[in-house]
């Protein structure tokens, strides 16, 4: 099994920054995705930003240019980093991970999230 731990959240200003962490652990071998949703109240759950083992990276449009999305391999850490913070940035944000092991097959897991909350 995986675990996700996410990190960081807070509370900013409108302008502000804040930078996400997430430590996975357990049985983490070969590629995967790594990646950033955000969920508010009353609306689905929306990628934000994911990357590749290789580095690969894919944004939402509404965070391209502030966001920035990475990732140690070698400490299976992500990070996400979000300048020009926006009220609409607020949600609860959680960290993921999709990959494939040989002879078992596919596995997706998530943290439990954390409350970024951006004030104007």
């Known amino acids: 099994q995986v675990q996700l731990v996410e990190s960081g959240g807070g509370s900013v200003q409108a302008g502000g920054s804040l930078r996400l962490s997430c430590a996975a652990s357990?049985?983490?071998?070969?590629?995967?995705?790594r990646g950033w949703y955000r969920q508010i109240p009353g609306k689905q759950r929306e990628l934000v930003a994911s990357?590749?083992?290789?580095?690969?990276?894919n944004y939402a449009d509404s965070v391209k240019g502030r966001f920035t999305i990475s990732r140690d391999n070698a400490k299976n850490m992500v990070y996400l980093q979000m300048n020009s913070l926006k009220p609409e940035d607020t949600a609860v944000y959680y960290c993921?991970?999709?990959?494939?092991?040989?002879?078992?097959?596919?596995?997706?897991?998530w943290g439990q999230g954390t409350q970024v909350t951006v004030s104007s």
């Open positions: 993921n991970i999709n990959g494939w092991l040989a002879l078992k097959g596919g596995y997706n897991y």
């Open positions: 990357i590749t083992t290789a580095g690969s990276t």
């Open positions: 357990g049985s983490i071998f070969g590629s995967n995705v």
